[in-house]
């Protein structure tokens, strides 16, 4: 038959094609190893499917750690610049394509899960507007703690975004630029979802200004994220190394800050002011922290902090970094205990006893899971009472 | 309003209408723009000649929830059909052997374009002040993973169900040998990623993915189908649905720059260098992987090539940015004349090189020789005699002891390879437009095949020092370079590259490329 096809003619159902097709096929597979990737060292016992998609995506040389491809980039940045070098960070490792999100997300299950939390959020808001719970939540707390200081803490999670940016293009290896694109999407989520609330209430309350000009205001001028603001600054666009971006921001300031805003402040305080909206967004905040910090967690800790080649050198790297940007966070937490004032007073819940206790489980978290393995020496007691020095 | 009365409003609100209120994506992307603020150390870490208008919009206002549901509802269709029917008819199994192989080089390539997009809308994404232009640019980041993903998908399902899975399996790691590689990292790696941040995304949204993204992701089904491959058009076709956003972006790259003095300065050279880069590789890889990878044909690439790429692309593509003072690349007529016989070049020199390719190439047949006589008049006296003798000399055969690539010393026909696109040409065995130029530079040579790279060098030769095959493999054996490179089955020692793909064929091993004592020459070095 003519080998011209024409009319849109397929070759699986074209049964004259079909024909000369399977002629063609050999009798039996001409190859018996049918794993793709099955050069990869596993995380696991074999090779697993975000593995098999995602590890050594990424054409970078051998003279990068772990690169598989070899030679010079063919193009460079003007004056000469490589497309990616190991000077774009000051951390060392063997094999910068060791990393693996603990959760061996793909692009396909990423959002699957976020597609989900989607859809059982439209129906949350569509359930919670009708059953009237809005009634319940207390003036002060919605109009101006959810109004405004809700909404400026959008600004920290909204510039945290914008930390990945140049993360999701300098780093060296391909598991971890997928995972930094990720987490970073988690934030500007969490940004959304805070103006989703605002704009939910400003449905639900006449009245209620869901714009952004307070809380912008209150985040650029206000004394309350004046720390946080000048931190979360530094991290985005004051800061270079991909690596210490993301130390700073993920183990240092969002599991401290971040932590005791969302869940000592918001998420705990919200319920004692009949407010059961705002733990529903901050409980996805939540989950979001949790798979952030084991990702980030497998790539400083699991990764570069035992590197058989540069272990020691990366961990006395991370208590540099860590003596760099801890007292700014502290900073940051103290100036944010100005709040405290700001909102009506309920014995044992926002009085100096249970702040201290709130700020107590914060740091003794971080220093459990984040500074204890890096053999990071801290005196929580001493920062717990720097930070509470804030009160008003 | 006073809080008290706002209360009373919410519950005399409630009293009125319990009807059950959410909130759309549209009603939280409108705050969007807001949500940044000026601080000093606010600027890009990425320089850029050009400055990117604060105040740009996005066409497709997405939150990252929305992102992720659109997505997640794609992948349902195109998973499902390829885990479910496609897998229950066999439907690996029923595609011609020619063009599975060519699917481990187009699947594999487009991944790393793919993943290379990946850093460069991060480049973009950090470059852009405007939060809808940086949204525009992040959803464009996670779609490009979602590409990469579903690339790899393919050598996947190629490798765990189809008829020759080496190379599919391993295409990651064994890539790299090939005199093929190198270019396609100029276009879709480096050409997207290093350099000035909008000539990155020039070379990305505006060429790359709005003038070759559819012969190459839309065309490539058309081949695939007729070739009984429905994998790849469910995938590509899934993939494709992002690239809409994409071309916005490029299209709100060049409206955020437009009023911009630096624009009517640099734009159109930016653009013409962008699309001399992609086009030097793209225009003749594509043509070879279609026609010479298939068994059936579609259409003459050249024809393809006219319509996407001459004519709704430099014609009605860039008409549309004409407002904004973009005009066709100056290149666009050279590239013309390339489409008609560079990928014919191109395959002669791949298939003189085959052992170091990572799939199975096949010589045209005798009805082949008559498409392409009858498309391409002049083909047979260049190209078909020439096939004729090397397939007289055994060519396919492993006892022959004859690789093409000895047809071209012995008739003193040296190919090099062009410093700036990396691309193989062969100057006295051409009918593409190719024409050899040497330059040299602190001792060392580069070699040229066009003017449109060479002034590219010229201008910042510090932008393309990368070494090519030849330097890299001088005086080695071509076996010990196959295996160093893992181009071997795994059985250890039958190689993953054949010249056919005729299944009577005897398969090479390292043995029989050893025996033939075939050692990498720099051609430069004799000049
Ligand atoms: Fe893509
Ligand atoms: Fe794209």
């Not at chain 1, 399977?22 to 016992?45: C, H, S, W």
């Not at chain 2, 006219?306 to 692309?313: G, K, P």
Request: with cysteine.
């Amino acid at each position: 038959m003519s080998i011209v096809v024409s009319g849109g003619r397929r070759g699986l159902t074209d049964p004259k094609i079909a024909a000369v097709i399977l002629a063609a096929i050999p009798d039996q597979p001409l190859e018996t190893q049918r794993k793709m990737n099955y050069f990869v060292t596993p995380r696991g016992k074999r090779v697993n499917e975000y593995e098999t998609l995602c590890c050594y995506t990424q054409p970078t040389p051998d003279w990068i750690p772990g690169g598989l491809d070899w030679g010079d980039w063919t193009q460079k940045f003007h004056g000469g610049r490589p497309s990616w070098s190991n000077e774009s960070t000051e951390m060392h490792s063997t094999d910068w394509h060791r990393h693996r999100d603990p959760a061996f997300r793909w692009h396909a299950l990423y959002v699957k899960d976020k597609a989900e939390e989607w859809r059982y959020t439209d129906r949350f808001l569509k359930a919670y507007s009708a059953d009237g719970h809005v009634r319940s939540i207390d003036p002060v707390w919605r109009d101006e703690v959810l109004g405004d200081y809700l909404g400026a803490f959008g600004f920290s999670e909204y510039g945290l975004f914008n930390s990945h940016s140049s993360a999701t293009r300098d780093c060296l290896g391909d598991t971890l630029r997928m995972s930094i694109a990720m987490i970073g999407l988690d934030k500007v989520d969490n940004a959304q979802m805070i103006q989703m609330e605002r704009t939910f209430l400003a449905k639900l309350v006449p009245g209620f200004d869901e714009s952004t000009a307070a809380p912008k205001k209150e985040w650029t001028q206000g004394s309350i994220y004046k720390g946080a603001r000048e931190t979360v600054e530094e991290i985005w666009q004051g800061t270079y190394d991909w690596n210490e971006i993301l130390f700073s921001g993920h183990m240092i300031y969002d599991p401290l800050f971040g932590q005791f805003v969302r869940r000592e402040f918001f998420l705990r305080l919200s319920a004692y002011y009949g407010d059961n909206l705002t733990p529903f967004f901050i409980n996805q905040m939540q989950l979001y922290h949790s798979q952030t910090k084991g990702i980030t967690k497998d790539m400083f800790h699991t990764c570069l902090a035992v590197d058989e080649n540069f272990g020691d050198y990366n961990v006395s790297l991370m208590n540099m970094w860590s003596d760099k940007w801890l007292p700014r966070t502290v900073n940051a937490l103290k100036d944010f205990m100005g709040i405290f004032a700001k909102i009506p007073s309920i014995a044992g819940v926002t009085d100096k006893a249970a702040i201290e206790a709130a700020l107590g489980r914060v740091f003794e978290d971080w220093k459990r899971d984040y500074a204890d393995p890096i053999g990071y020496k801290v005196d929580t007691a001493a920062l717990i009472k720097t930070v509470l020095s804030g009160l008003k | 309003m006073a809080i008290s009365s706002a209360t009373k409003a919410a519950t005399d609100a409630l009293e009125v209408n319990r009807a059950p209120v959410s909130v759309g994506a549209q009603e939280v992307h409108k705050w969007l723009q807001s949500f940044t603020w000026d601080f000093d150390k606010n600027r890009t870490k990425y320089s850029t000649k050009y400055h990117m208008a604060n105040d740009t919009k996005e066409q497709f206002k997405l939150i990252a929830k929305e992102y992720a549901r659109m997505e997640s509802v794609k992948d349902e269709r195109q998973f499902g059909s390829l885990q479910d029917v496609l897998t229950r008819v066999d439907a690996a199994n029923r595609v011609h052997p020619k063009w599975n192989e060519s699917m481990k080089v187009i699947s594999n390539f487009l991944e790393v374009g793919e993943y290379n997009a990946i850093a460069a809308t991060g480049m973009l994404w950090d470059s852009a002040t405007a939060p809808e232009q940086k949204n525009g640019y992040l959803g464009q980041v996670l779609d490009e993973i979602r590409h990469t993903n579903q690339c790899g998908y393919i050598n996947y399902y190629f490798a765990k169900q189809g008829q020759d899975a080496a190379g599919h399996n391993d295409a990651r790691r064994t890539r790299a040998i090939g005199p093929l590689w190198k270019g396609m990292k100029r276009v879709f790696s480096d050409g997207f990623i290093s350099g000035d941040a909008v000539e990155c995304s020039i070379n990305l949204q505006l060429v790359g993915e709005a003038c070759f993204t559819n012969p190459l992701i839309v065309a490539v089904t058309e081949w695939a189908s007729a070739n009984g491959d429905e994998m790849t058009p469910t995938v590509f076709l899934s993939i494709e649905t992002d690239e809409l956003r994409h071309m916005a972006n490029g299209y709100q790259t060049v409206v955020s720059i437009a009023n911009d003095e630096a624009a009517s300065k640099y734009l159109n050279t930016d653009l013409n260098n962008a699309f001399w880069t992609q086009q030097k590789y793209f225009t003749p890889v594509l043509g070879m992987m279609f026609e010479y990878g298939s068994h059936f044909k579609v259409e003459p690439w050249v024809k393809t090539w006219n319509r996407w790429v001459y004519e709704d692309w430099g014609g009605i593509w860039i008409g549309r940015l004409g407002k904004y003072g973009v005009e066709s690349p100056a290149s666009l007529r050279d590239a013309k004349k390339d489409a008609y016989w560079a990928h014919h070049d191109l395959f002669m020199i791949a298939y003189a090189l085959w052992p170091t390719g990572f799939f199975r190439l096949t010589l045209p047949t005798a009805e082949e020789a008559e498409w392409y006589e009858a498309n391409y008049p002049g083909w047979y006296d260049m190209y078909g005699k020439v096939y004729e003798e090397w397939r007289a000399r055994g060519c396919e055969d492993p006892n022959s002891g004859f690789l093409p690539l000895q047809w071209f010393i012995e008739n003193n026909h040296p190919i090099y390879i062009d410093r700036v696109s990396q691309v193989p040409f062969c100057p006295s065995y051409s009918k593409g437009a190719s024409t050899l130029r040497v330059l040299e530079l602190n001792g060392k040579k580069h070699s040229f095949s066009d003017q449109w790279g060479e002034r590219m060098w010229l201008s910042e030769p510090e932008r393309y020092e990368c070494q090519n095959i030849f330097e890299q493999y001088e005086g080695r054996e071509l076996s010990e370079v196959i295996a160093e490179g893992h181009g071997v089955r795994s059985d250890g020692f039958t190689l993953i590259a054949q010249p056919h793909t005729s299944k009577d064929g005897r398969l090479w091993t390292l043995d029989d490329i050893k025996k033939i004592g075939c050692v990498f020459a720099d051609p430069l070095k004799s000049l």
